[in-house]
């Protein structure tokens, strides 16, 4: 199966793409079947709408078989918080009778969607040939213009409303591999897209590791480290507060690289592969520079390192290359690596961001009927692009310090085994 691309959306219709191939194109190399991608998006999001309506009312349903009473409900976003507090308003709504009405509702605006969809191609169809290589003939011949071995491709009598020149051409990822709500293309995206990487590039740029912005954080006279350490000396036991500082590090340590992968999940990609690569590429180069690189050679941030490169006038200033890779930093690396084998490991079976999702999603629950669709929410995707760069950062860290302080080698091999076992746990 072929993918077409910039397929003009006026035209972009079943019988006029297998009317154009069957005239440009032998017999041999006429398609089977033709499939047009539609605007899905808004149906998507109203179809989830409607079945999280459906299983509230299968809940009412069966707590009225059960208790022998109709549940009531506040109808406000927040409505299971209000009704656990007497500050909140009256729960005086019938929730089956306000779940039945927002079936409905919502059934209606589905069929008007289902309805409208023809109406709305996004240019994209998904020709499906009888083997392999009549796709890859086809493919070839609209390639070739690309390589400057043919001027275009075959053409047809609907040349000028097809426009065929202009299509992309690929094979076709597997359905289930695909964002249908993101395959539309827009400009919106592509603004988009430039805005959060340049965001994301800046706050990496000026705070690239935790240690600078926990001395960023203690410039602040309200937070200042000196006062609250005192302040907190009086009250809580030597144990607990100094193991604070080391909780803070390890806190932004591990959401750093979250904001990174969060800033690649709202770009939209049409295709979860692709989504996981760059996710991975982004977050592996952020840790390897945050970990590795700039702690190796006395660095908090990329900007001093490039204000060193810059000022070589200065000999102050530059870089101390001799001081690179010192024996004395195995220790802290092996400290790391055995740290991220139990600690990180062990919350990573624990899923705290399922977690807090799931508290986080609760309170905007409406009445009990809604828990149901809450606990659905919050299944998640295997993050593979994360886990992959955590993986590969470790076996970096390993890889540069396993000849200067061999030591390390069996705690990364301890690492490994201890996150292959959390992540067929978390997999399966």
């Known amino acids: 199966t072929l993918m077409f691309d910039l397929i003009p959306e006026k035209f972009c219709t079943k019988d006029l793409i297998i ?11 006429h398609p089977e079947d033709v499939q047009i991608a539609y605007f899905v998006s808004k149906l998507i999001a109203l179809t989830a709408k409607l079945e999280k309506a459906r299983r509230a009312v299968n809940y009412c349903e069966s707590y009225i078989s059960k208790k022998g009473q109709r549940l009531l409900m506040n109808d406000n976003c927040c409505g299971i918080v209000f009704g656990c507090c007497s500050c909140g ?3 005086d709504i019938d929730a089956l009778d306000f779940y039945q009405q927002r079936v409905n509702d919502l059934r209606t605006e589905v069929e008007k969607e289902q309805t409208n969809l023809h109406k709305k191609p996004i240019g994209v169809a998904f020709v499906t040939f009888s083997n392999l290589q009549s796709a890859e003939t086809v493919k070839k011949d609209f390639q070739g213009r690309l390589c400057c071995l043919s001027a275009s491709p075959q053409q047809s009598s609907l040349q000028k409303d097809l ?15 695909i964002y249908w709500e993101n395959l539309n293309k827009s400009n919106f995206r592509i603004i988009k897209v430039w805005v959060i990487n340049t965001i994301l590039f800046i706050v990496l740029f000026f705070c690239t590791s935790p240690a600078y912005l926990i001395n960023l954080l203690e410039t602040l006279p309200f937070l200042n480290a000196e006062s609250i350490r005192d302040e ?12 604070l500082p080391t909780l803070l590090l390890w806190t932004l340590s591990a959401l750093l690289p979250v ?4 800033s690649d999940w709202w770009l939209g990609h049409w ?25 190796s050679i006395g660095l908090t941030t990329v900007r001093g390192l490039v204000e060193s490169a810059l000022k070589s006038e200065n000999s102050t200033a530059e870089i101390n290359w001799e001081c690179i890779f010192l024996p004395d930093n195995g220790a802290f690396f092996i400290n790391y690596v055995t740290t991220s084998a139990l600690v990180g490991t062990g919350l990573e079976i624990i899923r705290f961001p399922e977690l807090f999702m799931y508290s986080f999603r609760l309170a905007f629950a409406r009445s009990q009927a809604e828990i149901s669709s809450v606990r659905k929410e919050i299944l998640y995707e295997f993050p593979f692009g994360i886990n992959y760069a955590w993986i590969l950062l470790i076996f970096a860290l390993t890889v540069s310090y396993s ?3 061999p030591l390390i080698t069996p705690f ?3 690492y490994m085994i201890m996150k292959h076992g959390t992540d067929r746990y978390n997999i399966y």
Request: aromatic share 16%; proline share 8%; with cysteine.
């Open 163 to 177: 426009k065929p020149e202009t299509w992309e051409v690929r094979f076709a990822p597997p359905p289930e591999d």
């Open 19 to 29: 009317r154009h191939f069957q005239e440009a194109y032998e017999e041999s190399l």
């Open 259 to 262: 904001i990174v992968a969060y």
């Open 403 to 405: 000849v200067i302080c």
């Open 412 to 414: 990364g091999l301890f």
């Open 271 to 295: 295709r979860r592969s692709l989504e996981n690569l760059w996710i991975m590429r982004k977050v592996f180069g952020y840790l390897l520079f945050m970990v590795l690189i700039l702690p």
């Open 89 to 91: 308003a009256v729960n």
């Open 232 to 243: 907190m000396n009086e009250g809580l036991p030597s144990y607990i507060t100094d193991f």
